[in-house]
């Protein structure tokens, strides 16, 4: 029998009757409920360009919708996560962890009393400017343009949201809010170093900004593990001696002797309370640092000399053990490191080429070239990065396969 849950309503004052929400009525809702340390809508510090307010979506909501209608979204689909897209369907890809990143983002500022459109914003827009086949593409491109100012998927994810990617006649890029485009310069991860730039970089972000990094690290860490060990590539038993899988297994109250993490619902269980874990500790841990430094209001939030948002000491040095796993059985994996190093030839054959002759780029990204003045090796770069990996491996074929059509 279905479990059966009460809730207590309120009726609204008007009767009852369907009344639309304009955003006036959701910025006042938010200046209601949300924490004295929250960002509110009504606060941005605005666009780049001016743009008129929406009748019913907030200007969070409007920036969460344009980065979702865009070319460089729908790419992330056949771009690397960990598994290249041949490798079959189950696994993660970088869409598919991106979704993931806003969904525990939202979580995450759902309990903390925080904005959760500006933070699920920034979590779709965190990973746009990721090359094809994930960070061997980066890491490839980054070395091809040594000499030419480098790569850097987070650098590069600005560009397309202020200038690569054109929506609008009137200016580049998706004229996103301040605090989105900070949380893009202000993503900072075990695999992302901030570089501010012109966004203040003594200030602290917004504490959505914070969130937004602690989902993205949360989400490829335990799916990383989820993806790993459904493909085989894991040892259970390895990875059930983990500080993290210990705390896991005593939340469940099971030992590693009476689990079994190749049975699939076995296996689910675990990785949905390994997720739970993650979550709650920085919820806790969250609240603990804000308390405890007494933060009374955004601004106080932003002059603290650290991220207030984190892990418990515990917690974050299992992490750290986790990681460390992953790279040992994970991504040194002969299955990862062999299509690495595909990924590698594929890159630098293609950049070579397209440095070589020109001429062999399509005809729009010849005109970029003199049209922009970024130069021969920076277009070249923009065009291989915003390549996904389905696209990549098809051209590398076109471009050296002769039997195939070009």
Not at 133 to 149: A, N, P, S
């Amino acid at each position: 029998m279905a479990e059966s849950r009460r809730c207590n309503r309120l009726l609204p004052s008007h009767g009852g009757d369907a009344m639309p929400l304009t955003r006036e009525t959701l910025e006042q809702r938010e200046s209601r409920e949300l924490a004295s340390y929250a960002m509110r809508s009504c606060e941005s510090r605005g666009r780049a360009y001016p743009a008129a307010e929406h009748p019913y979506r907030t200007i969070y909501q409007r920036d969460r919708d344009r980065i979702v209608h865009t070319t460089a979204f729908r790419r992330l689909q056949y771009k690397t996560q960990v598994f290249v897209y041949n490798e079959g369907d189950n696994y993660r890809n970088r869409l598919t962890h991106t979704i993931e990143v806003a969904q525990l983002g939202r979580t995450l500022a759902r309990a903390l009393s925080c904005n959760e459109d500006l933070t699920e914003a920034i979590c779709l827009s965190h990973d746009l400017g990721h090359s094809p086949f994930g960070h061997r593409g980066e890491w490839t491109l980054d070395e091809l343009m040594r000499d030419h100012g480098g790569y850097d998927h987070q650098k590069q994810t600005y560009r397309i949201i202020t200038k690569l990617e054109r929506r609008y006649p009137d200016f580049p890029g998706f004229n996103l809010t301040y605090e989105v485009r900070e949380g893009v310069v202000k993503h900072d991860t075990e695999h992302d170093v901030a570089d501010a730039g012109d966004y203040n970089p003594d200030e602290r972000g917004t504490l959505e900004c914070q969130l937004s990094n602690l989902a993205d690290e949360i989400a490829y860490s335990t799916s990383d593990a989820d993806d790993g060990l459904r493909a085989g590539m894991l040892p259970p038993d390895e990875f059930l001696k983990l500080g993290i899988s210990r705390r896991v297994l005593d939340a469940l109250g099971e030992t590693a002797a009476s689990i079994d993490l190749t049975e699939p619902l076995e296996h689910h269980r675990f990785i949905r309370k390994l997720v739970d874990t993650e979550i709650s500790d920085v919820i806790q841990a969250t609240e603990a640092n804000i308390g405890a430094v007494g933060v009374q209001d955004l601004a106080g939030l932003r002059s603290q000399a650290d991220n207030m948002a984190g892990y418990s000491a515990e917690v974050e040095e299992e992490n750290r053990e986790l990681r460390r796993f992953l790279y040992d059985y994970l991504y040194r994996h002969h299955r990862v490191m062999r299509m690495q190093a595909k990924a590698d030839l594929i890159v630098r054959s293609l950049f070579s080429s397209f440095i070589d002759e020109p001429a062999l780029l399509p005809a729009q990204t010849q005109a970029i070239i003199t049209e922009t003045g970024r130069g021969l090796h920076r277009v070249v770069c923009d065009h291989i990065a915003g390549m996904t990996d389905r696209y990549a491996i098809s051209e590398y074929r076109r471009m050296f396969d002769p039997e195939i059509a070009v």
